[in-house]
């Protein structure tokens, strides 16, 4: 069964420093998303991303935060210079688009720990 | 806004007993629900859905019921396995390729 796969699995980062998170999404699917989950507390959503362009973000989804889909398999999460309250896991998520068939996959995570 | 609430964890049952996790939802319109569960050290799978009112989604003897009358997805299971320990999230998506909102997750532990 295809699966969302991110890397790395866990990340450690001085605070100021940038980092990328990766995800490659299921291949037929048109929708991806990162969301995070800061340890203890509830999976939050960060952003959406269809036909190559932001489609919906959170409040949580500041001028530090971007996404991009370089070359049509990967999809990332770059946050520039990182604070201590950006430590949490991240997940990255894919769907066709349509929630009545299929909802969203998620990947197994990207643990980030800001020292 | 929309929003999920879900029952409070730690939920400690014994092997066998029977589960029900509460989740209520605040929406306007016709979301669809989700279950998600997220084992030790994994991501979060697809445990079930229901996308209308009074559909029942199921999998691997877990249930649960969309009650658009009591805004509630209650997920049951009749006799739960050690295997069963994980966290489960609640969650709710108002439209196409719209975001999940989530509820706080339940941890359950099942002991043999």
């Known amino acids: 069964e295809p699966e969302v796969t991110q890397t790395p699995s866990h990340q450690v980062t001085q605070m100021g420093q940038e980092v990328i998170l990766r995800c490659v999404p299921i291949?037929?699917?048109?929708?991806f998303y990162w969301y995070r989950q800061i340890l203890g507390q509830k999976v939050e959503f960060l952003v959406s991303?269809?036909?190559?362009?932001?489609?919906?973000k959170s409040e949580i989804f500041d001028d530090q935060f971007s996404v991009e889909r370089p070359d049509g398999s990967n999809f990332t999460l770059k946050i520039r210079s990182t604070k201590l309250e950006d430590s949490a896991m991240y997940f990255c998520?894919?769907?066709?688009?349509?929630?009545?068939?299929?909802?969203?996959?998620f990947g197994d995570g990207t643990r980030l720990s800001i020292l | 806004g929309d929003s999920v609430t879900q029952m409070e964890g730690p939920v400690t049952l014994s092997e066998e007993a029977f589960l029900t996790i509460n989740c209520t939802y605040t929406?306007?319109?016709?979301?669809?629900l989700f279950w998600y569960v997220q084992y030790p050290g994994e991501g979060l799978q697809l445990l079930l859905k229901?996308?209308?009112?009074?559909d029942k989604g199921s999998n691997k003897g877990f249930e649960a019921t969309y009650r658009k009358e009591t805004t509630s997805f209650h997920l049951e299971k009749g006799s739960v396995q050690v295997s069963d320990s994980a966290v489960y999230f609640c969650?709710?998506?108002?439209?196409?390729?719209?975001?999940?909102?989530f509820g706080q997750g339940t941890e359950l532990s099942v002991k043999p």
């Open positions: 969650a709710l998506s108002r439209n196409q390729g719209g975001k999940l909102i």
């Open positions: 229901a996308t209308k009112a009074d």
């Open positions: 991303f269809y036909n190559n362009e932001i489609s919906e």
């Open positions: 929406a306007t319109g016709y979301p669809s």
């Open positions: 291949s037929n699917h048109l929708y």
């Open positions: 998520a894919s769907g066709h688009g349509d929630r009545r068939i299929e909802p969203q996959h």
